[in-house]
């Protein structure tokens, strides 16, 4: 397993940005692939999007589509989430996770867990 520590988070009107980071302890980093997972109040955990070990491959839930973008630094151990034009349904915590290289969508498919940073999007 991975130690993950979420940052970023925070307040913006609809049409902002952000920019999320989730930074990685130990030194297999590099095998991992990382998930970003959103939860609003009352609602389950969901999927956002998903980069592979060596950042070749992104893949996106269909809300997040030509929104966001994920990007990783394997040197700094960190992956990045970047959120753009954001609405008030972006609203929720949102979490980054850690499985060993094979890309999933599926929350219990992921062993680590960062403890969440909260984005609230005001209309």
């Known amino acids: 397993q991975v130690l993950l520590v979420e940052s970023g988070g925070g307040s913006v009107q609809a049409g902002g940005s952000l920019r999320l980071s989730c930074a990685a302890s130990?030194?297999?980093?590099?095998?991992?692939?990382v998930g970003w997972f959103r939860q609003a109040p009352g609602k389950e955990r969901e999927f956002v999007g998903v980069?592979?070990?060596?950042?070749?491959?992104?893949y996106f839930a269909d809300s997040a589509k030509g929104r966001f973008t994920i990007s990783r630094d394997n040197a700094r151990n960190t992956v990045y989430l970047q959120m753009n034009s954001l609405k008030p349904e972006d609203t929720a915590v949102y979490y980054c996770?850690?499985?060993?290289?094979?890309?999933?969508?599926?929350?219990?498919?992921?062993?680590?867990w960062g403890q969440g940073t909260q984005v609230t999007v005001s209309s």
């Open positions: 130990g030194r297999t980093f590099r095998e991992y692939v």
């Open positions: 996770a850690a499985r060993s290289w094979v890309i999933s969508t599926k929350p219990n498919e992921y062993d680590s």
């Open positions: 980069i592979n070990w060596d950042g070749s491959g992104t």
